[in-house]
């Protein structure tokens, strides 16, 4: 770096190593230097490698217990310690509130920035944040850490109402199902319904997580709902208690029937599949999981690779088989990109989008 004086030559009568120095003593004098930057690096991977050990890495679960996110991440908690350096342990804890904002905004408030706090969160907020008057959060501010699958999403009818067919609920005068809060996935998706393609589609929201919707489907509370493929239970699947009406996704499971119609197809105008696109894009990332923007570059590295030994681990994959999870994994670095490319959207396609919504 230059001082802004002359430079000199090394064997002129200046200051530092000039004349009379013997070049051995030059030779041990850059010896130890570079001996103490290696010991400075290592001692400082070393660090980080023990910084998790004998600490509690917190994974906060935006719903309540026993619905799809909770499911994903209690399976990632019983093996996801094994990876990272200093093996500590997993817990989960559910911070159910308005469609699990209430969990993305613990990451700015009160939750650690030390990498020890991760959110998993419904990813519909996304495009909620991005057509607010006055957004709460920036998504694209969060450091993500990976995604355990991209999500399939559909909406469907209790098979006890007879509705068979997109067709069939059409032609009801109200078809009722159930979300948690305006921005979630499900929200979204019921949206696309109502203000696309005019459904009859009344949504009841108040419900803390998918297995409160669930049980009021077999309540007879709902009519149907919107909701992830890959989380719905194997006894509705197997038992032919739902009927898939419409899915969201260009992927369609080997295990969902082939005559699902796709969104995008039954969209007429190529406005409303640009807008049905935007919002759909959240999807991408399924079951995300991120940290605060304030934890360290070096333990953000540290997760996301503990991450990715996880969905290579066999004890790992074995649990999520036991339980039919699907896994179509999404890294880091990726789920940042999609999130960059979300937030670039043309303003005039936001607008659009955000009438949707409303």
Partial sequence: ISTGRSRKHPTSTG?????????GVVAHVLRTSLIAIFAAQISSAQAQDQFYAGKTVTLVVGYSAGGGY????????????????GHPNVIVQNMPGAASMTSVRHLDATAPKDGTVITTFDP???TQMLTADKPVVNF?????IGTLLRDIR?????????????????KRKQFLIGTTAKGSNAYVNGAILRNVFKAPVRQIAGYPGSNEQRL???RGELEGNCGSWTAMPQDWLVNRKIN?????SATRPADMPADVPYVLDLAKTPEHKAVIDILNSPGELGRPFIVARQVPAERVAILRAALQATLKDEAFLADAKKQSLLLDPVAGEEAEKITRQIYAAPPDLIRKAKEVLE
């Fill in 15 to 23: 200051g530092g190593l000039g004349r009379g120095v013997a070049p």
């Fill in 70 to 85: 909770d499911i994903y991440a209690r399976t990632l908690a019983r093996h996801y310690g094994r990876h990272i350096p």
């Fill in 124 to 126: 519909g907020l996304i």
């Fill in 140 to 144: 694209a501010d969060f450091q993500w």
């Fill in 154 to 170: 559909i909406c469907y009818a209790w098979g006890a109402t007879g509705i068979k067919t997109f067709g069939d609920m059409m």
């Fill in 216 to 218: 009021a489907l077999e």
């Fill in 244 to 248: 898939a009406l419409l899915r969201f």
